[in-house]
């Protein structure tokens, strides 16, 4: 079965610390994204890669950094933690053919910022 | 810039009702619309994906419908179980957002045992 994996269902960190979020897709996608969820705002996307070591800013990029050396790894830095950034956080894959591919989202990580 | 409304916001009916959900999109340009289901505090589950050359898609009990040319999309559940219970989201990708998905902000469904 084909799958988007994220590394940690919960996590707690505290305010100003580095925060790395992981995700990993086995399906040879070539694009991938960070969205980030709110009650009342929806998904609103942060960063996405169309290929290694690519990057395009999303709707909400600011306080977050991507990195991507490897096609299969897509993670999402926050340089410095802040309680607004407290949130549900989904990475989702996709192939390039956008006519007739969809999207494949991983279980998510609920971050809390303390 | 693509705006998609979904209606209702929430839906609550009897275990059994078949019912339909509703999406609408203000640009026709799409490569194709995506239903997904979400359960609370759970990830984003794929339930059916329809390329803008299709009418419709089925997987057991949904049936999805395609019209580009109004702008609208239905998602039909027929004989609602309570494990049917979750947000339902529709989204889409347009011809001119290059990958990017624009999403409704989703039908909560409750099915009442």
């Known amino acids: 079965d084909v799958k988007v994996t994220q590394s940690s269902r919960y996590l707690v960190k505290r305010t100003g610390e580095k925060v790395f979020l992981e995700c990993v897709q086995d399906?040879?996608?070539?694009?991938m994204f960070w969205y980030r969820q709110d009650p009342g705002l929806g998904l609103r996307l942060i960063y996405f890669?169309?290929?290694?070591?690519?990057?395009e800013k999303g709707d909400i990029p600011e306080g977050y950094s991507v990195s991507r050396e490897k096609k299969e790894r897509f993670s999402l830095i926050l340089e410095s933690a802040s309680t607004n950034q407290t949130s549900m956080y989904l990475c989702?894959?996709?192939?390039?053919?956008?006519?007739?591919?969809?999207?494949?989202f991983g279980s998510g990580t609920r971050l809390t910022v303390v | 810039k693509q705006e998609v409304t979904q209606i209702p916001a929430a839906l609550s009916v009897p275990e059994g009702e078949n019912l339909v959900l509703n999406c609408s999109f203000t640009?026709?340009?799409?490569?194709?619309l995506q239903w997904f289901r979400q359960d609370p505090g759970k990830g984003l589950t794929s339930l059916l994906l329809?390329?803008?050359?299709?009418r419709e898609q089925t997987s057991g009990r949904l049936n999805a419908s395609l019209d580009k040319s109004s702008g609208r999309s239905t998602l039909y559940i027929a004989a609602s179980q309570p494990g049917d219970s979750a947000t339902y989201l529709c989204?889409?990708?347009?011809?001119?957002?290059?990958?990017?998905?624009?999403f409704g902000e989703g039908t909560q469904l409750t099915v009442n045992p």
């Open positions: 890669s169309y290929d290694v070591k690519m990057k």
């Open positions: 989204a889409v990708i347009g011809e001119t957002s290059g990958s990017r998905l624009t």
């Open positions: 399906m040879d996608h070539e694009n």
């Open positions: 329809i390329q803008s050359s299709q």
């Open positions: 640009d026709s340009a799409i490569y194709n």
């Open positions: 989702a894959s996709s192939f390039m053919d956008r006519r007739n591919y969809g999207y494949t």
